[in-house]
């Protein structure tokens, strides 16, 4: 069977995460600090609307790009909050989470020979859906004593003529970085001049604890040349109604459009109806939920200080990416170690990069008991680590 | 900084100091001068807990009382609002709008306990002229907590 397969695919490497998770299934009494999605219940409201549109009986297929009304919102949200403003009839497609709008905006973009720029670490999908689409991925390392933020050099660097698409995966999974106005500046300079288009995944756009999120396509001479991809299920804690959405110049959206009508047809139509209510009603809840995140990332920023762990401080998404390298161990061996002394689950850096070798992914989509818990056991880990020397 | 930190110990007036000034980014002392504050001007009146009875073997009865007055001159209501609050068993009194006055929640050891305070000290106060006693017979949230028993963490333990 194996060489009827798709050389292709079977060259992609499965997702580092999926290696990690087969050992921590094995361990039920674990808690985990590896959770990639919020630890709140989707607010009562949306959930109340989704059960409604089933009520209604509007179960059946929507328009290929989505409701006409949910495109109104998502239109009136991004000039409300990021200030950018589109047309919801030709600019906008509703998609089955931010992962499917990364995909077909890949695929919609890319000529055999492209090459599409990946700042890593980052999210653990637009590598292979880069190669998947024929594209060439081109690495860019961020940096720690940068904030693992994109710097204008480090771009620079990676552009060659075949550059088409740069990926701008900011408020970071897992760094937790943030671009903030100035920093996008330069960025944007560049890719204008050298005519480079943008991916901009903002799926953490409204968890921010610095200033509000900057979008790269409020910068001028910007809005043309991006796709802005968002969603609803970091901000309202939505990820398993699977609902995403990307804002772009409408020849892209079109392209777009055409590949989710054959691929997918439609949005899920109950999780589009809800999702009006989150754009309508929702920003109290975001508010709450900001409010709640912000404090455990305080206390986790305060209790690596006190044990001496090296950490940057993040200000964006739900992640800390503390630095393990004084145990010199590799990321998959402290988590490793980690997991059967301590029980509990931690994402090595290095799921998200060969240039996260040396960092983890620390989660706090968890209440602060839980997180209390686990750094309690993870000071304990490490100062047994330290005595070893 | 005043709001936040009220909104955080409302829900858990349990929180330490410490932890109050790491979670909010501000100094230990400034934390504690507000709360000092806060407490001395009445905004902050008490640090209690929230039971749920029905979960120990301590048999309790609640009641909801709704009351009607004839208010007095001069003194409004507050005279009767008064003469009931001073009993101890008496929880809460609201005076509210609508189809009656005042709204008082009473807890007692038994159904009888609850009828006896109503029939002899309530309805006798000379400016009531008539209640309707609810009991409770299920909490299912109070304060803004679900009693009910919390769900499990159903997400799966490592997700990209």
Known sequence: ?389 | MREKLLAIIEKNSKIDMRELAVIMGIPEIEVANELKALEEEGVICGYHTLIDWEKTSIDKVSAIIEVRVTPQRGKGFDHIAERIYKYPEVNSVYLISGGYDLLVSIEGKSLKEISLFVSDKLSTQESVLSTATHFVLKKYKDHGTILAQREPDERIMITP
Request: hydrophobic residues 40%; contains cysteine.
């Open chain 1, 1 to 389: 069977m194996i060489n009827k397969l798709s050389e292709e695919v079977v060259k992609i490497k499965p997702s580092g995460i999926r290696k990690f998770f087969d050992v921590v299934s094995e361990m039920p009494d674990a808690i985990s600090l590896g959770v990639g999605e919020p630890d709140f219940d989707t607010p009562w409201h949306i959930r109340d609307e989704g059960i409604y549109s089933l009520e209604k009986g509007r179960t059946f297929y929507t328009s290929n790009a989505g409701l006409k009304e949910l495109k109104e919102e998502i239109c009136h949200y991004l000039k409300r909050r990021v200030g950018v403003e589109y047309s919801y009839a030709d600019e906008v497609i509703v998609t089955v989470g931010g992962s499917e709008a990364i995909d077909i905006g890949l695929r919609a973009l890319i000529n055999p020979g492209d090459e599409v720029l990946i700042p890593q670490p980052s999210y653990v999908s637009y590598e292979p859906c880069a190669i998947l689409a024929g594209a060439k991925p081109v690495i860019i390392e961020l940096k720690n004593e940068d904030q693992f933020r994109l710097t204008k050099e480090a771009l620079e660097a990676a552009i060659t003529p075949n550059t088409k698409i740069l990926i701008l995966p900011f408020p970071n999974n897992p760094t937790g970085a943030v671009m903030e106005r100035k920093d996008l500046e330069e960025i944007a300079k560049i890719v204008i001049e050298k005519d480079i288009l943008v991916m901009s995944d903002e799926i953490y756009s409204e968890l921010t604890y610095l200033e509000e999120h900057v979008s790269i396509a409020s910068l001028p001479g910007m809005k043309e040349r991006t796709i802005l991809i968002n969603g609803f299920s970091k901000a309202y804690a939505m990820t398993g109604w699977r609902l995403g959405y990307a804002c772009g110049p409408k020849e892209i959206i079109e392209q777009m459009v055409k590949i989710h009508q054959f691929a997918i047809m439609c949005a899920p139509t109950n999780s589009q109806y809800a999702a009006i209510s989150a754009l309508k009603n929702g920003d109290e809840d975001v508010s709450m939920m900001r409010e709640a995140y912000n404090q455990r990332r305080r206390y986790l920023v305060h209790a690596f200080k006190e044990m001496g762990l090296e950490c940057f401080e993040p200000f964006g998404a739900f992640y800390m990416f503390p630095c393990i390298r004084e145990f010199n161990m590799t990321s998959e061996e402290f988590a490793t170690r980690f997991l059967q002394e301590e029980k509990v689950a931690i994402v090595p850096g290095t799921a998200f990069g060969d240039c996260g070798e040396g960092f983890l992914r620390v989660s706090y989509a968890y209440s602060m008991e839980n997180l209390k818990e686990a750094i309690g056991r993870l000071e304990r880990f490490i100062g047994r680590l330290r005595s070893e020397g």
